[in-house]
């Protein structure tokens, strides 16, 4: 890969930084009335401490992310998923997912997110 690609890379590493950050201190300044730069250093301080100090390299930062995003889906959003559709406003939605939207399906997504996290915390060398 070239220059142009590592930029690439590089950009969208930190635009995905961004993203989740802002999200995160949007959340700490609804849920705590704290105001927007104090909420911003809370979510963006301490991983950017972690980073400088070098307790991790970065790819394993990464990798730690990673699982525990794996984790939040597979534990909280898939549940939210099948309970909206029991008993929430999308119950019967506009839009049918077909056989992708089947239990099957939602069951090897899960499988999938379990292992993913499970691969994130095993360190292979």
Known sequence: MGPTGSLLILVALVTSYWSVS?????????????SSKVSWLLATLPSLLI???????FLEYLRLAAGATAIVVALITIPMYLQARRK??????????????SPVIL???????????????????
């Open 88 to 101: 929430g406003p999308v119950r019967d939605p506009g839009w049918k997912l077909g056989r992708w939207g």
């Open 22 to 34: 802002l999200a995160l201190a949007d959340i700490l300044r609804e849920r705590t009335g704290i």
């Open 51 to 57: 980073l400088w100090i070098g307790a991790w390299q």
């Open 107 to 125: 069951a090897l997504v899960l499988l999938s997110l379990v292992l993913m996290a499970v691969g994130s915390l095993i360190s292979v060398n």
